[in-house]
């Protein structure tokens, strides 16, 4: 009896182990798919429009490395850094960082900002990769 328990306890201490912080729901850690993107004419009238390609990602590491191919503007995407809960910044080859507001709601992020006018794109993530 003493040694089922002792197994029984091994067993349960060894289940038990702790998920990495990529696999939280609210991590912002993954590859993401663009799914939409807001479209303003620069007087606030800015409507979501679908990204239907399925081919815009963006890929956040757990190092603070980045990966994009949809914003060319830059060069390539760098690096990331998180400021608070709400807020980042991305960092592109050239030099060139950008602030964002961003939110995590179960399998979607939205980033907002780095443009004169209101600007912003909606992800989906992409289960399993990290």
Known sequence: MRYAALILLFTIIGCSKSET???????????????SYLADPGD??????????????????????????SNPYFGTLKSYHILSDSTLTLVYSDGTIFPHMYKVEGNTLTLMGGCIEACGSK????????
């Open 21 to 35: 912080n990529n696999t939280n729901s609210n991590s912002i850690v993954g590859k993401w798919i663009k799914t």
């Open 123 to 130: 992800y989906s993530r992409v289960p399993g990769v990290y």
């Open 44 to 69: 606030g009238s800015g409507t979501w429009q679908q990204d239907n390609s399925g081919t815009n990602y963006i890929i956040f590491h757990e190092d603070s490395s980045a990966e994009s191919n």
